[in-house]
Protein backbone atom coordinates (compact mmCIF):
# COMPACT_ATOMS: atom_id res chain seq x y z
CA UNK A 1 0.00 0.00 0.00
CA UNK A 2 1.24 3.12 -1.13
CA UNK A 3 2.18 5.72 1.96
CA UNK A 4 2.29 9.38 2.16
CA UNK A 5 3.62 11.95 4.84
CA UNK A 6 0.83 13.93 6.72
CA UNK A 7 -0.25 16.27 9.36
CA UNK A 8 -2.26 14.13 11.66
CA UNK A 9 -3.93 15.59 15.10
CA UNK A 10 -2.70 13.03 17.85
CA UNK A 11 -4.08 15.07 21.13
CA UNK A 12 -4.54 18.53 22.34
CA UNK A 13 -1.64 20.41 21.71
CA UNK A 14 0.03 17.91 19.39
CA UNK A 15 0.14 17.68 15.24
CA UNK A 16 2.58 15.47 14.32
CA UNK A 17 3.80 14.48 10.77
CA UNK A 18 2.76 10.77 10.38
CA UNK A 19 2.90 8.13 7.44
CA UNK A 20 -0.88 7.53 6.16
CA UNK A 21 -2.06 5.80 3.32
CA UNK A 22 -2.90 7.47 0.00
CA UNK A 23 -6.53 7.81 -0.15
CA UNK A 24 -8.21 5.45 -2.53
CA UNK A 25 -10.43 6.88 -5.34
CA UNK A 26 -13.93 6.97 -5.33
CA UNK A 27 -16.07 7.43 -8.81
CA UNK A 28 -16.84 11.01 -8.10
CA UNK A 29 -13.70 11.86 -6.13
CA UNK A 30 -10.21 13.69 -7.07
CA UNK A 31 -6.71 12.96 -5.53
CA UNK A 32 -4.54 15.58 -5.83
CA UNK A 33 -0.82 15.93 -5.09
CA UNK A 34 -0.34 19.00 -3.20
CA UNK A 35 2.03 21.89 -4.48
CA UNK A 36 1.35 24.30 -1.56
CA UNK A 37 -0.97 24.64 1.41
CA UNK A 38 -0.56 26.69 4.47
CA UNK A 39 -2.31 26.67 8.10
CA UNK A 40 -5.31 28.54 9.42
CA UNK A 41 -6.23 29.81 12.57
CA UNK A 42 -8.84 27.35 12.64
CA UNK A 43 -6.17 24.53 12.56
CA UNK A 44 -4.98 26.57 15.65
CA UNK A 45 -8.15 25.29 17.29
CA UNK A 46 -7.82 22.28 16.42
CA UNK A 47 -4.27 21.86 18.14
CA UNK A 48 -4.93 23.53 21.08
CA UNK A 49 -8.17 21.31 21.80
CA UNK A 50 -11.02 24.25 21.21
CA UNK A 51 -12.40 22.30 17.97
CA UNK A 52 -13.01 19.22 18.74
CA UNK A 53 -11.93 16.42 15.78
CA UNK A 54 -10.91 12.96 15.53
CA UNK A 55 -7.87 11.74 16.82
CA UNK A 56 -5.71 10.51 13.41
CA UNK A 57 -7.32 13.21 11.64
CA UNK A 58 -5.14 14.72 8.61
CA UNK A 59 -5.79 18.58 9.27
CA UNK A 60 -5.70 21.80 6.40
CA UNK A 61 -8.17 22.72 4.27
CA UNK A 62 -6.46 25.01 1.90
CA UNK A 63 -5.30 23.31 -0.74
CA UNK A 64 -3.35 24.05 -4.20
CA UNK A 65 -2.45 20.76 -6.40
CA UNK A 66 -2.01 18.55 -9.19
CA UNK A 67 -4.83 16.21 -10.14
CA UNK A 68 -3.07 13.22 -9.42
CA UNK A 69 -5.77 10.54 -10.09
CA UNK A 70 -9.18 11.53 -11.19
CA UNK A 71 -12.58 9.09 -10.37
CA UNK A 72 -14.37 7.12 -13.41
CA UNK A 73 -17.19 9.57 -13.59
CA UNK A 74 -16.22 12.49 -13.46
CA UNK A 75 -15.86 14.75 -16.46
CA UNK A 76 -14.12 17.98 -17.54
CA UNK A 77 -10.86 17.83 -15.86
CA UNK A 78 -7.98 16.24 -16.44
CA UNK A 79 -4.67 14.41 -14.49
CA UNK A 80 -2.29 16.78 -14.55
CA UNK A 81 -3.98 19.72 -14.38
CA UNK A 82 -3.28 22.29 -11.72
CA UNK A 83 -6.22 23.08 -9.43
CA UNK A 84 -7.25 24.73 -6.42
CA UNK A 85 -10.20 23.40 -4.38
CA UNK A 86 -12.31 25.35 -1.61
CA UNK A 87 -11.82 24.68 1.52
CA UNK A 88 -15.79 23.95 1.63
CA UNK A 89 -16.49 20.94 -0.63
CA UNK A 90 -20.26 21.24 -1.57
CA UNK A 91 -21.80 18.17 -2.77
CA UNK A 92 -23.94 20.89 -5.28
CA UNK A 93 -27.26 18.24 -4.97
CA UNK A 94 -27.76 18.67 -0.94
CA UNK A 95 -30.46 20.34 0.43
CA UNK A 96 -28.41 23.30 2.04
CA UNK A 97 -27.03 23.59 -1.81
CA UNK A 98 -30.55 23.67 -3.28
CA UNK A 99 -31.80 26.16 -0.88
CA UNK A 100 -28.79 28.64 -2.36
CA UNK A 101 -26.54 27.76 0.95
CA UNK A 102 -23.73 25.21 -0.41
CA UNK A 103 -21.60 26.20 2.86
CA UNK A 104 -23.51 24.46 5.03
CA UNK A 105 -23.91 21.26 3.00
CA UNK A 106 -23.12 18.72 5.31
CA UNK A 107 -24.33 20.54 8.43
CA UNK A 108 -26.94 17.48 9.43
CA UNK A 109 -23.97 15.03 10.00
CA UNK A 110 -23.91 13.87 13.33
CA UNK A 111 -21.10 16.02 14.80
CA UNK A 112 -19.37 16.86 18.34
CA UNK A 113 -19.88 20.34 17.49
CA UNK A 114 -23.10 21.36 15.36
CA UNK A 115 -21.44 24.69 14.19
CA UNK A 116 -18.94 22.47 12.01
CA UNK A 117 -21.77 24.09 9.04
CA UNK A 118 -20.37 22.14 5.36
CA UNK A 119 -16.35 22.41 6.41
CA UNK A 120 -15.13 18.81 5.52
CA UNK A 121 -12.03 19.40 4.79
CA UNK A 122 -9.82 18.76 7.52
CA UNK A 123 -12.44 18.68 10.27
CA UNK A 124 -14.89 15.46 9.14
CA UNK A 125 -13.00 13.96 6.36
CA UNK A 126 -8.68 13.82 5.93
CA UNK A 127 -7.12 17.21 4.64
CA UNK A 128 -4.61 18.77 2.94
CA UNK A 129 -1.54 19.27 5.16
CA UNK A 130 0.00 16.27 3.53
CA UNK A 131 1.37 15.13 0.29
CA UNK A 132 -1.88 13.96 -0.91
CA UNK A 133 -5.92 15.07 -0.54
CA UNK A 134 -8.48 13.56 -2.12
CA UNK A 135 -11.43 15.77 -2.98
CA UNK A 136 -15.22 15.23 -2.74
CA UNK A 137 -17.37 15.74 -5.17
CA UNK A 138 -14.92 17.23 -7.68
CA UNK A 139 -16.57 18.16 -10.41
CA UNK A 140 -18.51 20.61 -8.33
CA UNK A 141 -15.00 21.45 -6.29
CA UNK A 142 -12.15 21.60 -8.59
CA UNK A 143 -11.28 24.91 -10.49
CA UNK A 144 -8.71 25.22 -13.13
CA UNK A 145 -5.51 27.36 -11.97
CA UNK A 146 -4.84 29.91 -14.29
CA UNK A 147 -1.27 29.54 -16.40
CA UNK A 148 -0.13 32.79 -15.32
CA UNK A 149 -0.72 32.45 -11.44
CA UNK A 150 1.45 30.94 -9.16
CA UNK A 151 0.31 28.90 -6.08
CA UNK A 152 1.34 31.51 -3.89
CA UNK A 153 -0.92 33.94 -5.65
CA UNK A 154 -3.94 31.51 -5.40
CA UNK A 155 -2.85 30.52 -1.67
CA UNK A 156 -5.33 32.61 -0.22
CA UNK A 157 -8.47 31.93 -2.26
CA UNK A 158 -9.93 28.31 -0.86
CA UNK A 159 -10.37 30.18 2.61
CA UNK A 160 -9.44 33.27 3.78
CA UNK A 161 -9.85 35.09 0.99
CA UNK A 162 -13.34 33.77 0.16
CA UNK A 163 -14.07 34.18 3.95
CA UNK A 164 -13.09 37.29 4.47
CA UNK A 165 -14.85 38.89 1.19
CA UNK A 166 -17.70 36.86 1.86
CA UNK A 167 -17.75 39.14 6.04
CA UNK A 168 -17.83 42.29 3.24
CA UNK A 169 -20.75 40.33 0.87
CA UNK A 170 -22.57 39.42 3.90
CA UNK A 171 -22.43 43.30 5.66
CA UNK A 172 -24.21 44.27 2.12
CA UNK A 173 -21.20 46.81 2.01
CA UNK A 174 -22.41 49.87 -0.20
CA UNK A 175 -20.84 52.91 -2.21
CA UNK A 176 -19.49 55.28 0.26
CA UNK A 177 -20.32 53.26 3.47
CA UNK A 178 -18.26 53.49 6.41
CA UNK A 179 -16.90 49.98 7.67
CA UNK A 180 -14.82 49.10 10.83
CA UNK A 181 -12.81 45.64 10.80
CA UNK A 182 -12.09 44.39 14.13
CA UNK A 183 -8.15 41.99 14.02
CA UNK A 184 -6.51 42.53 10.85
CA UNK A 185 -5.58 38.80 10.57
CA UNK A 186 -5.49 36.98 7.26
CA UNK A 187 -8.92 37.07 7.27
CA UNK A 188 -9.43 40.44 8.72
CA UNK A 189 -7.46 42.03 6.16
CA UNK A 190 -8.83 39.76 2.99
CA UNK A 191 -12.04 41.40 4.57
CA UNK A 192 -10.25 45.52 4.17
CA UNK A 193 -9.44 43.77 0.89
CA UNK A 194 -13.12 43.08 0.14
CA UNK A 195 -14.39 46.02 1.49
CA UNK A 196 -12.70 48.54 -0.62
CA UNK A 197 -14.18 46.46 -3.61
CA UNK A 198 -17.47 46.91 -2.03
CA UNK A 199 -17.24 50.59 -2.49
CA UNK A 200 -16.61 51.52 1.40
CA UNK A 201 -15.08 54.75 1.19
CA UNK A 202 -13.98 54.81 4.98
CA UNK A 203 -12.04 51.19 6.33
CA UNK A 204 -10.95 51.71 9.56
CA UNK A 205 -8.83 48.89 10.44
CA UNK A 206 -8.29 47.77 14.49
CA UNK A 207 -4.98 45.87 15.75
CA UNK A 208 -1.97 46.49 17.78
CA UNK A 209 0.75 45.20 15.16
CA UNK A 210 2.32 47.29 13.05
CA UNK A 211 3.20 45.68 10.79
CA UNK A 212 -0.68 44.24 10.12
CA UNK A 213 -1.78 47.70 10.31
CA UNK A 214 0.92 48.36 7.42
CA UNK A 215 -0.45 45.46 5.07
CA UNK A 216 -4.09 46.84 5.61
CA UNK A 217 -3.53 50.11 4.71
CA UNK A 218 -2.21 49.02 1.21
CA UNK A 219 -5.23 46.94 0.97
CA UNK A 220 -7.18 50.19 1.30
CA UNK A 221 -7.95 50.71 4.85
CA UNK A 222 -8.09 54.49 5.31
CA UNK A 223 -7.65 54.53 8.83
CA UNK A 224 -5.93 52.12 11.25
CA UNK A 225 -6.52 52.24 15.08
CA UNK A 226 -4.54 50.42 17.59
CA UNK A 227 -6.28 49.46 20.25
CA UNK A 228 -3.99 49.80 23.39
CA UNK A 229 -4.03 53.84 22.29
CA UNK A 230 -7.17 53.92 24.61
CA UNK A 231 -11.18 52.81 23.84
CA UNK A 232 -11.64 51.56 20.20
CA UNK A 233 -15.04 52.63 20.43
CA UNK A 234 -14.01 56.37 21.46
CA UNK A 235 -11.85 56.64 18.55
CA UNK A 236 -13.97 55.29 16.11
CA UNK A 237 -16.84 57.30 16.91
CA UNK A 238 -14.64 60.26 17.46
CA UNK A 239 -14.03 59.63 13.34
CA UNK A 240 -17.28 59.13 12.37
CA UNK A 241 -18.43 62.19 14.32
CA UNK A 242 -19.79 60.43 16.43
CA UNK A 243 -22.59 58.31 13.60
CA UNK A 244 -20.75 54.86 13.80
CA UNK A 245 -20.51 52.80 11.16
CA UNK A 246 -22.68 51.03 8.38
CA UNK A 247 -20.91 48.01 8.86
CA UNK A 248 -18.63 46.29 11.51
CA UNK A 249 -16.49 43.25 10.60
CA UNK A 250 -15.76 41.03 13.58
CA UNK A 251 -12.59 38.64 12.58
CA UNK A 252 -11.02 37.54 15.53
CA UNK A 253 -13.77 35.44 17.51
CA UNK A 254 -13.60 37.04 21.38
CA UNK A 255 -16.46 38.77 23.13
CA UNK A 256 -14.59 41.86 23.58
CA UNK A 257 -14.38 42.32 19.58
CA UNK A 258 -17.75 40.88 19.04
CA UNK A 259 -18.97 43.68 21.64
CA UNK A 260 -17.33 46.55 20.66
CA UNK A 261 -18.27 45.88 16.58
CA UNK A 262 -21.68 45.66 18.08
CA UNK A 263 -21.25 48.92 19.95
CA UNK A 264 -19.79 51.24 17.06
CA UNK A 265 -22.51 50.54 14.86
CA UNK A 266 -24.95 53.02 13.36
CA UNK A 267 -28.73 52.14 14.12
CA UNK A 268 -29.65 50.27 11.29
CA UNK A 269 -25.91 49.16 11.04
CA UNK A 270 -24.89 45.85 10.55
CA UNK A 271 -22.25 43.46 12.57
CA UNK A 272 -20.74 41.08 9.92
CA UNK A 273 -19.24 38.08 12.20
CA UNK A 274 -16.32 35.94 10.65
CA UNK A 275 -14.56 34.83 14.04
CA UNK A 276 -14.97 31.28 15.36
CA UNK A 277 -15.12 31.32 18.74
CA UNK A 278 -14.62 28.86 21.77
CA UNK A 279 -16.72 30.12 24.08
CA UNK A 280 -20.59 31.11 25.13
CA UNK A 281 -20.88 35.53 23.54
CA UNK A 282 -23.11 37.63 25.43
CA UNK A 283 -24.86 40.61 24.07
CA UNK A 284 -24.77 43.71 26.03
CA UNK A 285 -28.10 45.53 26.31
CA UNK A 286 -27.23 48.81 25.61
CA UNK A 287 -25.13 47.81 21.83
CA UNK A 288 -28.10 45.94 21.19
CA UNK A 289 -30.28 49.28 22.01
CA UNK A 290 -32.81 46.85 24.18
CA UNK A 291 -33.55 45.10 20.42
CA UNK A 292 -35.27 48.12 19.41
CA UNK A 293 -32.14 49.56 17.13
CA UNK A 294 -33.11 47.46 13.69
CA UNK A 295 -29.06 46.71 13.72
CA UNK A 296 -28.66 43.10 11.80
CA UNK A 297 -25.69 40.56 13.24
CA UNK A 298 -25.00 38.21 10.36
CA UNK A 299 -22.30 35.06 10.78
CA UNK A 300 -20.46 33.47 7.58
CA UNK A 301 -18.75 30.14 6.76
CA UNK A 302 -16.34 30.20 3.62
CA UNK A 303 -18.38 30.12 1.20
CA UNK A 304 -16.79 27.37 -1.64
CA UNK A 305 -17.17 25.33 -4.64
CA UNK A 306 -15.70 25.69 -7.83
CA UNK A 307 -17.59 28.77 -9.32
CA UNK A 308 -16.16 31.01 -6.04
CA UNK A 309 -13.03 29.52 -6.45
CA UNK A 310 -12.81 30.89 -10.12
CA UNK A 311 -14.33 34.38 -9.13
CA UNK A 312 -11.86 35.06 -6.58
CA UNK A 313 -8.82 33.80 -8.98
CA UNK A 314 -10.40 36.19 -11.58
CA UNK A 315 -9.79 39.07 -9.04
CA UNK A 316 -6.49 38.46 -8.84
CA UNK A 317 -5.56 37.76 -12.39
CA UNK A 318 -7.27 40.61 -13.43
CA UNK A 319 -4.66 42.39 -10.98
CA UNK A 320 -8.44 44.08 -8.57
CA UNK A 321 -6.00 42.81 -5.30
CA UNK A 322 -2.91 41.50 -4.20
CA UNK A 323 -2.87 39.54 -1.61
CA UNK A 324 1.47 38.43 -2.56
CA UNK A 325 2.16 40.29 1.24
CA UNK A 326 0.22 37.90 3.09
CA UNK A 327 2.76 35.08 2.89
CA UNK A 328 5.46 35.93 5.16
CA UNK A 329 6.99 32.57 5.44
CA UNK A 330 8.30 29.51 3.44
CA UNK A 331 8.51 26.00 5.51
CA UNK A 332 8.85 22.43 4.05
CA UNK A 333 5.87 20.02 5.09
CA UNK A 334 8.74 18.18 6.98
CA UNK A 335 8.63 20.56 9.01
CA UNK A 336 4.66 21.12 10.49
CA UNK A 337 5.40 21.04 13.56
CA UNK A 338 7.73 24.03 13.47
CA UNK A 339 5.47 25.87 11.50
CA UNK A 340 2.49 25.40 13.70
CA UNK A 341 4.83 26.40 16.84
CA UNK A 342 5.67 30.02 14.49
CA UNK A 343 2.14 30.29 13.88
CA UNK A 344 0.39 29.87 16.54
CA UNK A 345 2.73 31.97 18.71
CA UNK A 346 2.42 34.28 16.01
CA UNK A 347 6.12 35.18 16.16
CA UNK A 348 8.08 36.58 13.45
CA UNK A 349 5.14 38.88 12.23
CA UNK A 350 3.88 36.09 10.87
CA UNK A 351 0.72 36.56 8.53
CA UNK A 352 0.41 32.82 6.69
CA UNK A 353 2.97 30.27 5.93
CA UNK A 354 3.17 28.78 2.73
CA UNK A 355 3.90 24.97 3.03
CA UNK A 356 5.71 22.71 0.49
CA UNK A 357 6.11 18.68 0.53
Known sequence: MATMKAAVFVE????????????????????LRITTTTIC???????????????????????????EKLGSQVRGYAEGQRVIAGAITPSGHSFACLCGCSSQDGADTPHGFKA?????????????????????????????VPDGLTDEQVLMCPDIMSTGFSG????????????????LGPIGLCAVAGARLQGASMIIGVDALNNRMAVARNLGATHTLDYRDGSVVEQIMRLTGGRGVDVAIEALGTQNTFEAALTVLRPGGTLSSLGVYSSDLSIPLGALGAGLKDIRITSTLCPGGKERMRRLMSIIEQG????????????KLEEIESAYELFAHQRDNVLKIAITP
Do not use: S
Not at 41 to 66: F, K, N, Q, S
Not at 320 to 331: E, F, G, I, S
Open 12 to 31: KNRIVLQDKPVPEVGPLDAL
Open 41 to 67: GTDVHILRGEYPVARGLTVGHEPVGII
Open 116 to 144: AGGWKLGNLIDGCQAEYVLIPDAMANLCA
Open 168 to 183: AERGEIRIGDTVAVFA
Open 320 to 331: RVKLDALVTHRL
